[in-house]
């Protein structure tokens, strides 16, 4: 192991008492606990991440049939990193259960953590998202029940799943967006030499409870032939850190040939990505497609070092395509590190945008308001005519909110608030506001200048990146997310000074066809601190005047259509 010290992430939810005196716990949770033996295990006496992948898909598959009342299938597995290996004789705790199910489709997050019984330690492996499709039956199509979050931990990945699905359906876009020309090393390995083809008979111990082969079985084959293709390169035992999606593309059932192929795409300096894929046929019919997947492979030395890697000189044609959606991938798994994976109270205030890390910052940006609209120890602070300011002080960092009720309609106040150049109408602090870049239909990037609050002081500017998203489904908010990024085309300049924004935003909540819940929400930050700080002292309600501005603003505006940003490339 490369560290066994306890992990946060591996705590539960605080308890939650029901009425009835008993612990709540997720109707959906299933839970698997395994020691594992020396057969589990590789010749370096670490549990198989084939072996994992089976009890993990397993676990997952079980959380989400407990849901739908009926057998399910995998459809996908998101990226997983691993964050240590596993001995034999630790003990592997496996927690799936469903975060959220839309039509026939459900979101169901895994936890494995390890432990070591003799030392009562335990310490997160991974971390995963799997998406699972309910079987048709006779009746057609199955239509699955809500999940319904009862804790705040619940509430914050039901939030959080309609927007990671947003991110899987426009991952592929962002792959071919990233993709330049490849340089090419005299003295490289030639990828062909790392290719491995390896078949497989689908037997019925292969298979799971509805006669197809199960998706644990095919992951942990696809690994086999990969660890294989890694080893060739580096004439070493390779270390797999990280999974990049499966996507299970078609069935695949007792009696079938899996073709399974694997090779090395691109070797980097500490890392390189192997590429495999599984095909499956029966009797003389054509190959399909079933599986493919990128899995990113370490050679540790006595020391747990990544060792250097050579370089690989790749095939012609589809080779040099492989290589380039290597280095693209790359990219992704780095931005999404530096983005996604740190903790909220790490996010750098600014992150360099461009088009290649637009979907992670966007996720990041939508989750941030969705975080803190989750939170439940606000502390009301001041309330004027049904105008409510809160605080809430965490972690050394200061959050504040405000809340309002509006007689205008969720979607109008929505497309209204969303356009940031129509705030300076409402809100003093708003000197002028320009679109300086559309990236999509539902991301913006303004500058934002704000008069100083100081008399003779120099005004603040901000670059802002406004992420809007409607409902996934009735019963979420619309909501309107800002942070602030850098542009080069942008830097500071003598004028202004250069204000920073960690996360604000709003949410809007139909409360009934004509009336609408409004929040704002604003992470207090040294450059947007002096707007508020009197108001939360009780010094001054600037607030209410504002947000007084904004219904009047609303309703004064109810019936008309907000125009698009005009969009700039």
Same mark, same amino acid.
Request: aromatic share 8%; glycine share 4%.
């Given at each position: 192991?490369?560290?066994?010290?306890?992990?946060?992430?591996?705590?539960?939810?605080?308890?939650?008492?029901?009425?009835?005196?008993?612990?709540?716990?997720?109707?959906?949770?299933?839970?698997?606990?395994?020691?594992?033996?020396?057969?589990?295990?590789?010749?370096?006496?670490?549990?198989?991440?084939?072996?994992?992948?089976?009890?993990?898909?397993?676990?997952?598959?079980?959380?989400?049939?407990?849901?739908?009342?009926?057998?399910?299938?995998?459809?996908? =597995?998101?990226?997983?990193?691993?964050?240590?290996?596993?001995?034999?004789?630790? =003990?592997?705790?496996?927690?799936?259960?469903?975060?959220?199910?839309?039509?026939?489709?459900?979101?169901?997050?895994?936890?494995?953590?390890?432990?070591?019984?003799?030392?009562?330690?335990?310490?997160?492996?991974?971390?995963?998202?799997?998406?699972?499709?309910?079987?048709?039956?006779?009746?057609?199509?199955?239509?699955?029940?809500?999940? /319904?979050?009862?804790?705040?931990?619940?509430?914050?990945?039901?939030?959080? %799943?309609?927007?990671?699905?947003?991110?899987?359906?426009?991952?592929?876009?962002?792959?071919?967006?990233?993709?330049?020309?490849?340089?090419?090393?005299?003295?490289?390995?030639?990828?062909?030499?790392?290719?491995?083809?390896?078949?497989?008979?689908?037997?019925?111990?292969?298979?799971?409870?509805?006669?197809?082969?199960?998706?644990?079985?095919?992951?942990?084959?696809?690994?086999?032939?990969?660890?294989?293709?890694? #080893?060739?390169?580096?004439?070493?035992?390779?270390?797999?850190?990280?999974?990049?999606?499966?996507?299970?593309?078609?069935?695949?059932?007792?009696?079938?040939?899996?073709?399974?192929?694997? /090779?090395?795409?691109?070797?980097?300096?500490?890392?390189?990505?192997?590429?495999?894929?599984?095909? %499956?046929?029966?009797?003389?019919?054509?190959?399909?497609?079933?599986?493919? %997947?990128?899995?990113?492979?370490?050679?540790?030395?006595?020391?747990?070092?990544?060792?250097?890697?050579?370089?690989?000189?790749?095939?012609?044609?589809?080779?040099?395509?492989?290589?380039?959606?290597?280095?693209?991938?790359?990219?992704?798994?780095?931005?999404?590190?530096? /983005?996604?994976?740190?903790?909220?109270?790490?996010?750098?205030?600014?992150?360099?945008?461009?088009? #290649?890390?637009?979907?992670?910052?966007?996720?990041?940006?939508?989750?941030?308001?969705?975080?803190?609209?989750?939170?439940?120890?606000?502390?009301?602070?001041?309330?004027?005519?049904?105008?409510?300011?809160?605080?809430?002080?965490?972690?050394?960092?200061?959050?504040?909110? =405000?809340?309002?009720?509006?007689?205008?309609?969720?979607?109008?106040?929505?497309?209204?608030?969303?356009?940031?150049?129509?705030?300076?109408?409402?809100?003093?602090?708003?000197?002028?506001?320009?679109?300086?870049?559309?990236?999509?239909?539902?991301?913006?990037?303004?500058?934002?200048?704000?008069?100083? =609050?100081?008399?003779?002081?120099?005004?603040?500017?901000?670059?802002?990146?406004?992420?809007?998203?409607?409902?996934?489904?009735?019963?979420?908010?619309?909501?309107?997310?800002?942070?602030?990024?850098?542009?080069?085309?942008?830097?500071?300049?003598?004028?202004?000074?250069?204000?920073?924004?960690?996360?604000?935003?709003?949410?809007?909540?139909?409360?009934? #066809? #004509?009336?609408?819940?409004?929040?704002?929400?604003?992470?207090?930050?040294?450059?947007?601190?002096?707007?508020?700080?009197?108001?939360?002292?009780?010094?001054?309600?600037?607030?209410?005047?504002?947000?007084?501005?904004?219904?009047?603003?609303?309703?004064?505006?109810?019936?008309?259509?907000?125009?698009?940003?005009?969009?700039?490339?």
């Amino acid at each position: 192991m490369t560290s066994e010290n306890k992990d946060s992430d591996t705590m539960p939810d605080p308890l939650l008492i029901q009425e009835s005196g008993e612990v709540y716990r997720n109707p959906t949770e299933v839970q698997m606990s395994q020691i594992v033996l020396p057969c589990h295990a590789n010749h370096c006496g670490e549990l198989s991440v084939g072996q994992l992948l089976k009890w993990m898909d397993s676990t997952a598959c079980l959380s989400a049939e407990r849901h739908a009342g009926c057998s399910c299938i995998t459809a996908s =597995v998101d990226d997983i990193h691993f964050e240590h290996t596993i001995g034999v004789g630790k =003990v592997v705790n496996i927690i799936a259960k469903v975060n959220r199910a839309f039509t026939s489709s459900m979101e169901v997050g895994i936890l494995v953590t390890c432990e070591d019984l003799y030392t009562d330690r335990q310490w997160k492996v991974c971390h995963a998202f799997a998406t699972f499709v309910a079987r048709r039956t006779e009746a057609g199509k199955v239509q699955l029940k809500q999940v /319904i979050p009862r804790t705040q931990m619940e509430q914050m990945e039901y939030s959080l %799943a309609a927007e990671r699905r947003r991110m899987r359906l426009i991952h592929a876009e962002i792959i071919t967006d990233l993709l330049s020309k490849c340089q090419e090393y005299q003295d490289a390995v030639p990828a062909e030499r790392t290719r491995v083809e390896s078949v497989e008979l689908v037997l019925p111990p292969h298979a799971n409870h509805q006669v197809s082969t199960f998706g644990g079985q095919i992951m942990a084959w696809m690994e086999n032939v990969a660890t294989i293709a890694a #080893s060739r390169l580096c004439n070493a035992h390779p270390t797999l850190r990280s999974i990049d999606m499966f996507h299970f593309r078609g069935p695949s059932h007792i009696g079938d040939r899996l073709v399974l192929k694997a /090779i090395v795409n691109n070797a980097f300096k500490h890392s390189m990505e192997v590429g495999v894929c599984a095909e %499956a046929y029966q009797g003389g019919e054509p190959l399909r497609h079933i599986n493919s %997947a990128f899995m990113t492979f370490e050679v540790l030395d006595s020391d747990r070092k990544p060792c250097t890697l050579p370089r690989i000189r790749p095939e012609p044609v589809d080779g040099k395509r492989r290589f380039q959606e290597a280095i693209a991938r790359k990219k992704i798994r780095l931005d999404r590190k530096y /983005i996604i994976s740190c903790k909220q109270t790490e996010v750098p205030l600014s992150v360099p945008w461009d088009p #290649s890390n637009q979907m992670y910052l966007s996720y990041n940006n939508v989750s941030a308001l969705k975080l803190m609209d989750n939170r439940n120890n606000w502390v009301l602070a001041s309330e004027k005519n049904k105008v409510r300011l809160y605080t809430l002080e965490e972690n050394h960092m200061l959050c504040f909110k =405000v809340e309002m009720n509006v007689r205008v309609s969720a979607e109008q106040t929505f497309h209204l608030l969303s356009d940031l150049r129509r705030r300076k109408e409402w809100d003093r602090h708003y000197e002028s506001c320009e679109v300086i870049n559309q990236a999509d239909e539902d991301d913006t990037i303004y500058r934002v200048a704000t008069p100083s =609050v100081t008399k003779g002081g120099k005004g603040k500017d901000f670059i802002l990146l406004a992420s809007r998203r409607k409902p996934c489904d009735s019963g979420d908010p619309y909501l309107i997310a800002l942070r602030s990024v850098t542009l080069p085309t942008h830097p500071p300049t003598e004028e202004y000074t250069r204000g920073e924004v960690l996360c604000a935003g709003f949410t809007i909540w139909e409360e009934s #066809s #004509s009336v609408t819940k409004i929040t704002y929400y604003n992470q207090a930050t040294p450059g947007v601190l002096p707007y508020i700080s009197t108001d939360i002292a009780g010094l001054s309600s600037s607030f209410y005047s504002a947000f007084s501005a904004c219904s009047q603003f609303l309703l004064a505006n109810k019936d008309s259509l907000a125009p698009k940003p005009s969009v700039q490339y």
